[in-house]
């Protein structure tokens, strides 16, 4: 059991809305990286947090934005949200100071109308 | 910049017959590599993963990768494959030397076990 739990399991949105996605990480991992798996694709990396400081993105546009908080969960932010948008978003929470693997959550699916 | 190849995204087997799914990287530095598993609307599940230790690696559910630097390979076997194996598999490579940098995925490769 990883757990790295994810809010909302599900959630449809309008094209042009904003959506707020969290993410907890495992237990005392500072780390947490957010990925989007658009249907039939391989996880894109997005981007990472260390210790609430953006440490590495992927090839998004500024309208995905990140924040860790304190006790290193994170929120994954997207506005103006377009059809493409529509895809499983997948944290995962690692610690670099110990265990050699980032361990994913359940993930949220995001719908896009 | 990394990159990972798999080969064959679909893969059937029968069951008890053995599994093998190919992955091919592409690393400037000595890489760490992992092989994940997806069910149907399940977050990633991590099987196996090489740190540069012992190049044969053994995961759990039986399954097994062997690093080949010469052929940048990291392929996944499984001697008998059981209908619980039927899922989704991704070969990631994670780069900047560290194993908890951005993961570059391949496309994925879906396994059917057979009856």
């Known amino acids: 059991e990883t757990g790295v739990t994810q809010s909302p399991t599900h959630l449809i949105k309008t094209r042009g809305q904003q959506v707020t996605l969290r993410c907890s990480s495992q237990?005392?991992?500072?780390?947490v990286s957010w990925y989007q798996q658009a249907l039939g694709q391989g996880p894109q990396f997005i981007f990472q947090y260390y210790r609430e400081e953006e440490n590495g993105r992927g090839n998004f546009p500024p309208r995905f934005s990140g924040l860790q908080f304190p006790n290193y969960s994170s929120e994954l932010n997207v506005n103006a949200l377009e059809l493409d948008d529509s895809a499983l978003y997948l944290c995962a929470s690692s610690i670099p100071e110990g265990t050699d693997t980032q361990y994913f959550g359940p993930g949220t699916r995001l719908t896009v109308l | 910049a990394q990159s990972v190849t798999q080969l064959g995204s679909h893969v059937s087997v029968s069951e008890g017959a053995l599994v093998l799914l190919r992955c091919n990287y592409s690393s400037s530095v000595p890489p760490y590599l992992f092989w994940y598993v997806q069910y149907p609307n399940q977050g990633l599940q991590l099987l196996l993963k090489?740190?540069?230790?012992?190049?044969l690696v053994k995961g759990i559910n039986g399954f097994e990768a062997e690093f080949k630097k010469s052929e940048t390979s990291f392929h996944l076997t499984k001697p008998s494959a059981h209908m619980s194996d039927a899922a989704e598999y991704f070969c990631?490579?994670?780069?900047?030397?560290?194993?908890?940098?951005?993961?570059?995925f391949g496309q994925g490769t879906i396994l059917t076990v057979h009856p």
């Open positions: 090489y740190t540069s230790a012992a190049t």
């Open positions: 237990s005392g991992h500072n780390t």
């Open positions: 990631a490579v994670s780069e900047g030397g560290t194993s908890y940098g951005k993961l570059t």
